[in-house]
Every structure is written in C-alpha cells, then in structure tokens.
C-alpha cells in the first residue's frame, strides 16, 4: 500500500544538486537508484498523481536529507561573500563621503591655497564622492535588480540557512526514529520549496558555484555549520 | 494462468468456427479478396514458419469487416493464415491465436507451441492499411499494447512508423510518422502536403517567444542563458487576460507554451507540489486563433486533446522540462523553416505531433511576378497577394494563380530564396 498524494516533487533539491562538478553528482545519485529519472534536472511534464510507497519516500527523505547538507554549505559560502561584498561596499561608500565633506567644508581653503586650486581640489573631491557612491552601489548590486539588493539577499539567505539546518536535523530524527511517512512528506516538500528560495538567492552570487566545486570535502563543512 | 488462456482459446476458436459469414483460409487466397491479397504480399515479407518472424496486414472490407493476411504458415500448412469476413474478429489479439493456431482445438495445441505463441505475438509486425481508420483517424479495430505497428497509405508505400498513445480518456491512437524522428499527425493526414507547409512556413527567431508555466530553477536558469524571447505573465489564475494583453501585439508570430499538464489543463504548481494556478489548453488554443498566434504546446499529451481548430502543435510523451528547452533552444538557433524546426525540437523521448490545419489560419505575403521575368526574378512584382496556407496548398496556388502564369515570391526573403519561395518555385515549374 502506498500513500495517495498529489506530487512530492524534489525538483529544487535536484538542481542544487545539479550545481556540483560531475563525479560528486553522480556518487550522490548512484546513492539513489530508487528515485530513477526524478534525480535529473527539470522537471516532469506529466500526470503528477502517484503513490508513493513509504520506501521511497524514505529514499526522498534521505536525498533531502544529504542535499540540505549541500545547500547549507552553499549557503554559508555564498553569505561570505555576500558579506565581504558588502563591506568593502561600505568602505568605498564611506571614503566617498569623507571625501565629499571635506570637499565641501572650506578646510582646504582655511589651508591657504590659492582660490583656483580650491575650487579644483573641491571639484575632484566632489567627483570622488559621487564615484564611489556609485562604485557602492554598483558592488551592492546582484545579477537580477528585481530581485532587491545584495543586503536583501544577505537578510534572506541568513534565514534560509537556518531553515535548512532545523530541516535536515528533522529529517534525519525522522529516518532514525522511524516515524510517520505523513510527517518525512511534509519535510520533504517544505525543503524543495526551501530549496527553491536558496537556488533564487544563491543564483544571485555566480562566484560561489565555481567555489562549491573546488571543495572536496563538504560533509566535515556541513558538521560544522551544524556546530557539532 | 496457462490453462485460463487455453479455455479462453478454446472459446474463442468455437465461437469463431460457429460464425458462418466469415472464412479462415488457408489455401493460396479468397474469391473476392484479390486487390487486397495482392496490396498485402506487396508490403510483407516472404513467408514463414517461424512466429516470431511474422507479419500481419490488416484492411478493412466494404462490409466493414476486417481481413486479416499474414506471412506466417501454421503447422502442416503450406500457405499462410488469413481471415475475412468475421464481424466478431475486430481484436488483433483474437486474430492473432486464429493465424497461429487456425482450426485447431485447444486440447491439440501443445504448451510449447502455446509458449511460444505467448512470448512472442506481441512483437509481430502489424501493418494497418488506410481503410482501417475513418476520416477522422478513429478505428474500432482493438490493437491494445502492439509496439511494432505501421500504417500504409495506398498511395504513399511504404508504410510509415507509427506510434500509439494514450488519449487520456482511456482510448488510444494511431499516429503516422510525417517525417524521419519524430514528427507525427494523424493516420488519415497526408503526410506529404503538411511536410509542404511546413517546409513554406520560415521559422523567424525574432518572431517567437517562450512562455514557460513551469516553476524549476534548472529549467529558468536554462531559458534566462538562452536568446529566446520570454514572455513573464504572472502565474495566478489571470494568465489567460494577462496573456491576450500579449498576444494582441503577437499576430502573425509563435508562442512556444512550455508547461506541465494534468487532464486537459495547464497545471502551475510551487515547489511544494500545490497547484497555484491552471489553464485549459483549448481555452489557449482559442484565444491564440482568436489573434492568429501560432501555438505549439509542449506539455505532456498536449497531442492528445481534442481541439475544436485542430492546428495545434504538441508533444505525445511525458517529457522532462529541461530536455525541451535544450531541444527548442538548439531548433530556435538553427531552424530555417517549421519542418527543420519541428524536426530539431522533436526526439524519440519527445514525439512531436501536428494537427491536419496546422498554419491553416496564418497568411503568408507573397508577391507576384510575371512568369516571363522569371529569369530576372524579384525585379517587378505585378501584384502582392496575401496567400493562406489552408487547404491544400499545391491546389491553391494553381486553381488562383496557376493559370495567370505567375510566380510566387516571399517578398521578405528575395535575398535567399525562402522554403517558400522554392516550393512555389518547384510547383510552377511542375505546371
């Protein structure tokens, strides 16, 4: 006997998974036999109504279980340089600003320098001031501007980490402890939805794909991550 | 199991055999059935004693029963199997244990032959002459689960591949293969004048645009990368007003609907499997012949609904999402015409299927010359005319234009002569 539902999609934890270099994809999809083509990219176009027996199920249980691992490390990464991007955004942004004010404040003139190098020193300062005020904004800014900035995504994937950890410990109580299928399908759903948020945010940081990639071992990272 | 099938056998041959209309022949041919006796052996194979080698041609009579001619010669024969004149044998599966076993109790037929028979009748060869479909391509004739099935148009030999898929209504159909793989329309289509219009329709890029209802990261990661136009209507159930908003500046242009479908719908669902949103695929398909937008569906079984303007484009198969937009990018980038496109955007795990009217409504500008000028061709247009792909091309363009000795020319592709442009070129040379 299965459990009737209408779909348990795992779409959005494929594609993170779809984000690693070839060989770490496949060895986690040769974990996987069981969920046979819902494990490539994309999405089925077809009558979504199926049972779903409790070991697959459990499989699914497992594959979001080891791809939150996945998204956690993603996450963190991605918030490292969200982060440094933007403090040196607030760097530029604030020697800017000093510029400007002393541009504008008469201290130079109070120096003594002739008048017409006064006004050239102020200009220039003047300019500097706009320049990195754009320079700022122009390092705070993401790929897609419908998306909101890069403050935003910082707010949003912070959550989304969290999110992801509380799940995956949930799950794995769930396989250990050998509980209900009705709670593992629940979980199951709200982290591909989870997933989905993380694939929008992170999508916004092209340089953390090629990161994830040169790290070889992300299981001891996720430990981390988890504080154990 | 075996023993059930042998009763069922058993039954089946006396109920046959008590029948009076109809004959199981097994001399060299039935009076009255020699057009069709000679139709058959002109698409079988040499005859056989062998089961797993055989081949069967089925042909529907004047009196609206089928004859049945197979290569296969059955024990102690020395010609092969055929049937006619059975009303009752409508279902290959009974035809099938007729030309295996033709006259034979089941009580003489041992479990080997019997074995055999079981592993291997599916996988025989079936070829469907025209006349076992309607106009419409429908049949009574009951050819559940075959896989090896071909359709022969008496006019067209050899038979074309053929694939049968699920209605969604629990019937199945027939479809005839229109081109190498995998285009496909209805058995009753002719096959060679849709290649025709498709062929004279040119595939513009900048005039198709991808409307994509499916919530994936992998496939919108895959689409954003590409150069295809997108349309970005908000997801919820006001697709269909947001989208004629759009459609209203498309007239004359594609839209590529890629979408997930459920019954006869578009289905919308989140990442969590609930379904946000839907549109009824033949609400879509009106609205798009309402302002003359070409549609091309790709849903799973979008093929499958019944349209009421039958000039749709679909898909035939349950498909994965990133798989087609691959495909359709590479078609969108390298296609000069509908045929190419079609062709490069179809594969065996994404069977195109193309409805009989497909461009019917959509007018091409053609303009004329003078049959003369042909050496100096594009030089000066006697006329411009906007000419519709409906109907029968080849017997549009001679019944209006053929006898004022004129050439048909694409204006917008003078340079590098269009699909069109050469077709009509050829038919006026064929004049």
Same mark, same amino acid.
């Given at each position: ?27 986690? &999809? ?131 980490? +969290? ?24 979980? !199951? ?5 989870? *997933? ?33 | ?23 199981? *022949? ?50 102690? +024969?020395?010609?092969?199997?055929? !049937? ?45 002459? +025209? ?21 022969? @148009? ?26 190498? *793989? ?9 096959? &060679? ?15 198709? &645009? ?28 006001? !697709? ?40 009824? !695929? ?17 849903? *799973? ?7 009421? +303007? ?111 442009? @050469? ?9």
């Amino acid at each position: 006997m299965g459990l009737e539902i209408d779909s348990l999609p795992i779409n959005e934890l494929v594609a993170i998974l779809n984000e690693l270099d070839t060989s770490k994809k496949s060895n986690i &999809k040769n974990k996987f036999p069981e969920l046979g083509d819902e494990i490539d990219p994309g999405v089925w176009a077809g009558e979504n109504v199926c049972i779903e027996n409790g070991e697959i199920i459990l499989t699914k249980a497992r594959f979001a279980s080891e791809v939150l691992g996945i998204a956690i490390l993603h996450s963190k990464e991605a918030l490292k340089i969200i982060s440094s991007k933007i403090q040196r955004a607030n760097k530029i942004r604030l020697l800017g600003q000093i510029g400007a004010v002393v541009g504008s404040s008469g201290t130079i003139l109070a120096m003594g320098f002739g008048k017409e190098t006064v006004a050239q020193v102020s200009a220039v300062l003047a300019l500097f001031g706009s320049i990195s005020s754009i320079l700022s904004a122009h390092t705070e800014k993401t790929i897609s501007t419908k998306t909101g900035n890069i403050n935003e995504v910082y707010l949003n994937l912070s959550g989304q980490l +969290q999110e992801a950890i509380f799940l995956r410990n949930n799950i794995n109580a769930h396989i250990q402890y050998k509980s209900g299928t009705t709670e593992l399908v629940n979980l !199951i759903s709200m982290s591909n939805e989870l *997933c989905r948020k993380i694939n929008k945010n992170t999508l916004q940081v092209p340089q953390l794909w090629h990161k994830i990639s040169e790290i070889e071992e992300y299981k001891n990272e996720i430990l981390m991550a988890e504080g154990k | 199991m075996k023993k059930l099938y042998r009763i069922l056998l058993l039954i089946i041959l006396i109920s046959v055999a008590n029948a009076n209309a109809g004959v199981i *022949c097994l001399n060299p041919g039935i009076a009255g059935f020699e057009p069709a006796a000679k139709r058959a052996k002109s698409l079988l194979t040499s005859p056989t004693n062998q089961f797993k080698s055989a081949k069967l041609y089925i042909e529907k009579d004047i009196d609206g029963d089928f004859y049945y001619h197979s290569n296969y010669i059955s024990r102690d +024969q020395t010609n092969a199997t055929k !049937i006619a004149g059975f009303s009752e044998i409508n279902d290959v599966d009974l035809a099938m244990q007729n030309i295996a076993f033709p006259g034979r109790k089941a009580t003489d037929i041992k479990q080997v032959e019997l074995d055999e028979f079981m592993q291997n009748y599916k996988d025989v060869e079936i070829i469907l002459d +025209q006349s076992v479909f309607n106009s419409k391509g429908e049949t009574n004739l009951k050819f559940r689960d075959y896989s090896n099935v071909s359709y022969s @148009r008496r006019d067209d030999p050899p038979p074309a591949p053929t694939l049968v898929y699920n209605r969604g209504n629990n019937t199945k159909k027939l479809l005839a293969r229109t081109e190498k *793989c995998c285009i496909y329309s209805e058995v009753a289509t002719p096959q &060679k004048q849709i290649m025709k219009k498709l062929q004279m329709k040119s595939y513009k890029p900048k005039e198709t &645009k991808l409307m994509s209802l499916i919530i994936d990261s992998s496939t919108e990661k895959a689409i954003k990368k590409s150069n295809i136009k997108g349309i970005s209507v908000e997801l919820d159930n006001n !697709i269909l007003s947001n989208l004629e908003k759009e459609m209203v500046q498309m007239k004359g242009q594609t839209l590529v609907v890629l979408g997930h479908v459920e019954r006869d719908s578009y289905v919308i669902r989140n990442a969590m499997g609930n379904e946000i949103a839907s549109v009824e !695929i033949n609400k879509l398909r009106e609205l798009s012949n309402k302002h003359k937008v070409q549609l091309i569906d790709i849903g *799973c079984n979008t093929a499958a609904l019944p349209s009421s +303007q039958s000039n749709s484009i679909g898909v035939a198969a349950r498909f994965n999402s990133l798989h087609a937009v691959e495909l359709l990018i590479k078609s969108h980038n390298s296609s000069k015409n509908y045929a190419e496109f079609l062709h490069n955007i179809s594969s065996k795990n994404m069977p195109i299927v193309i409805d009989t009217k497909i461009f019917d409504h959509v007018d091409v500008k053609v303009k004329l010359f003078s049959k003369r000028s042909w050496s100096n061709m594009v030089k000066k247009p006697v006329g411009t005319v906007s000419l519709t792909l409906g109907g029968s091309i080849t017997e549009t363009a001679m019944t209006n234009y053929g006898n004022q000795e004129v050439v048909l020319v694409n204006p917008r592709e003078q340079d590098e002569k269009s699909p069109l442009q @050469r077709a009509l070129e050829r038919m006026v040379r064929e004049d």
